[in-house]
Nanobody, 124 residues
Framework: VQLQASGGGLVQTGGSLRLSCAAS????????MGWFRQAPGKEREFVAG????????LYADSVKGRFTISGDNAKNTMFLRMNSLKPEDTAVYYC??????????????????WGQGTLVTVSS
């Protein structure tokens, strides 16, 4: 499966953005999906994950209550709604997929397919 992330940009502190991840095939019923981010000089870290079967979602503590992961199976697209953005949310955001239905992994090795990343910059 091929993934294409988009929706990044420059936003002020407290603002909102919605990222999209378009998949090349109908993924959500067969895959576990996730969002990761990587800030300059830091390792890639888990942000949120979702399995449509059972409706399980998982969030990093740093984004819980501010970010929402969702998807539109008919459009083969996953979303990450980001509210109350902070400068520390600045990073390149990547979407990822793993074939099979399971609890979303918080590790990068838990995913087999990756999008190219979209840059989110939050100004103070």
């Amino acid at each position: 499966v091929q993934l294409q992330a988009s929706g990044g940009g420059l936003v002020q502190t407290g603002g909102s953005l919605r990222l999209s991840c378009a998949a090349s095939e109908r993924t959500f019923s067969s895959y576990t999906m996730g969002w990761f981010r990587q800030a300059p000089g830091k390792e890639r870290e888990f942000v949120a994950g979702i399995t449509w079967s059972g409706g399980r979602t998982l969030y990093a503590d740093s984004v819980k209550g501010r970010f929402t992961i969702s998807g539109d199976n008919a459009k083969n697209t996953m979303f990450l709604r980001m509210n109350s953005l902070k400068p520390e949310d600045t990073a390149v955001y990547y979407c990822a997929a793993k074939y099979g239905i399971r609890l979303p992994s918080t590790a990068t090795y838990g995913y087999d397919y990756w999008g190219q990343g979209t840059l989110v910059t939050v100004s103070s």
